[in-house]
C-alpha cells in the first residue's frame, strides 16, 4: 500500500504505472488526504499553473459539482490552462458557465432527450448488429478498432451528418487530440507536437464548417441541419458554436464510449460467472450492468474545477483562482457510497456513480445515448457471439486525464 509520500499525481510514471498501484493510491487519498495539493505536470503548449487540489471522495465531487457559483468550468476542465480561444474545437460548452452555459446547452439538448435516444434505438442496434456479424470467426483482432471506437463514432458522424468516407479523418484526427502526450497519437516529442494537436483541431472544426454550409443551402434530415436550419426556440448555434458542439461530441460521446465498451469486455473476460449471469438473462441485468460498467471504466478520471472565491468545501479553505480536479474515477471506488467497490457485479443497485459526471449543470448531456450504444453492442455479442473474450492485456492510453484503452486483443466463438 502506497503511503501518502510515495503519492504524486503531477507525474507522468504515477499514470504510466501498473493500474493496481494507482487504484491503491487513490484509496490511500480518499483515506488519508481526500483533498491533496500537487504540482502541475508539465505540457509543452500551457504555461504551468501554480498546482491543484485534488479531490478524491464521492461526496465532495458531487458537492463541488452543485455549486458552479463557487467552483467554475469557466477555465477550462483539464489541469493545464486552455489552449487558444481562436480554435472551436476547444470553445465548447464543457469550458463554460450560466448565462452562456445554459443557452447552448437548451439548444443541443433536444439531441439528447431520452425521446430522441429512443428513435436512435434502432439505428443503434442496426449499426451494432452489423459491427458484430462482420467480425472474424478464427483468429484474434483488436475489439478497440474493430468494435469498441466503430460504434460510437459512426452514430456519432451519422447524427452530424458526416459523410462515411469521412470517418476515418474524425476518427485519427480524434486520436490525436484526446491521445496527446501517448506517444502512438504524438510521437514527435518535441516542440511541434502542440502544432499537431492544434492542427488536429482546426482540421476536425473546418469540416464541420464545411457540412454546416452545405447543409445550410441543401438541409438533410441530419443534426447539423437542424442545428443550421432552425431557430429553437428563437435560438441557434452560429457556426462556431456548431463546430465546438461536434468537439464536444466526439470527446463526450466518442472517446468515452468506446472506452466504456473496451473496459466492459475486459471486466466480462476477467469475471466469466458475472458474463454468464448476463448472457443467460439479458434483457433483465442490461441497465445495471451498463452502469456497472461505466462505474468501474470511469472513462473520464477527472474535470477541473476553479474556485471563483474564497469559499470551503468539506472543511477545506480554498482562494479565489485554485484549481479543483474532481477525481470520478476514486469517487467511484468510494468505500463508504459503494459495498466492496473493487468488486464488478453486474447486479449492483443503487449504483450512483459519477461516470458521467456528477449532479448539476455539467451532467453528461449524451448519458442516455451512451448506456443506449454500451447496451446494443453486448446484447449482439452475449446473444450470437458468447465465446467472446479479451485475448491479452489492454495497451492502455497514457494519460492522466482519460482511462483510455487503445488496443485490446480478443476473440471469440459464435453460436451454431
Known sequence: MPGLADIDLSKGAFWAAPYADRAAAFGTLRRERPIGFFAEPRVRWAKRGPGFYAVTRHADVVEASRRPEDFSNAEGVMVFERPPASIEFFDSMINMDDPRHARLRRIVSRAFTPSMIRRLDGEIRQVAAEIVAGLPERGTFDFVADVAERLPLTIICRMMGVPESRHRFVAERTNIILGAGDPEYTPDRSETEPVTLLTAAAELAGMVKELA??????????????????????????????????????????????????????????????????????????????DEIVRVASPVIYMRRTATRDCELNGHHFSKGDKLLLYYWSANRDETVFDDPDRFDITRSPNPHLGFGAPGPHYCLGAHLARSEVTAIFRELLVRAPGVHAAGAPDRLRSNFLNGIKHLPCALSRNT
Open 213 to 290: 454550409a452545405e447543409r445550410a443551402g441543401a438541409p438533410g434530415d441530419d443534426l447539423t441541419s437542424k442545428l443550421v436550419n432552425a431557430n429553437i426556440d428563437g435560438e441557434k448555434l452560429t457556426a462556431r458554436e456548431l463546430g465546438s458542439f461536434f468537439g464536444i461530441l466526439l470527446q463526450a460521446g466518442n472517446e468515452t464510449t468506446r472506452t466504456a465498451i473496451s473496459h466492459g469486455l475486459m471486466l466480462l473476460t476477467e469475471h466469466p460467472e458475472q458474463k454468464q449471469l448476463w448472457a443467460g438473462d439479458f434483457e433483465r441485468y442490461a441497465a445495471t450492468a451498463t
